[in-house]
Nanobody, 115 residues
């Protein structure tokens, strides 16, 4: 059974840093990424990384966030620097299975940026 487990969320001050981690198990994935959803807002893509190492970032996080992956361990991390209050959201890990491109979601982890 496929399982995605996120960790690393919490409270940070503006300008601070957090590192999120997502461990996926039960299959092999072609793309893994992070999405976020703030109260009253739609879920949006934050960053993704392919098995080949290509990355894509939302304009709002470019230069501040870095996504990385360990393909052998099916693990993806999101290093978040220079955090802003508008980064406050629930962050969800997403993984696309290679065999059929089915997408799985983690349970979400809260990130709060506040002074």
């Amino acid at each position: 059974q496929v399982q995605l487990v996120e960790s690393g969320g919490g409270l940070a001050q503006p300008g601070g840093s957090l590192r999120l981690s997502c461990a996926a198990s039960g299959s092999t994935f072609s793309i893994m990424g992070w999405y976020r959803q703030a109260p009253g807002k739609q879920r949006e893509l934050v960053a993704l990384i392919t098995r080949g190492g290509s990355t894509n970032y939302a304009d709002s996080v470019k230069g501040r966030f870095t996504i990385s992956a360990d393909n052998a361990k099916n693990r993806v991390s999101l290093q978040m620097n220079s955090l802003k209050p508008e980064d406050t959201a629930v962050y969800y890990c997403n993984a696309q299975r290679i065999v059929d491109r089915y997408e799985y979601w983690g349970q979400g982890t809260q990130v709060t940026v506040s002074s």
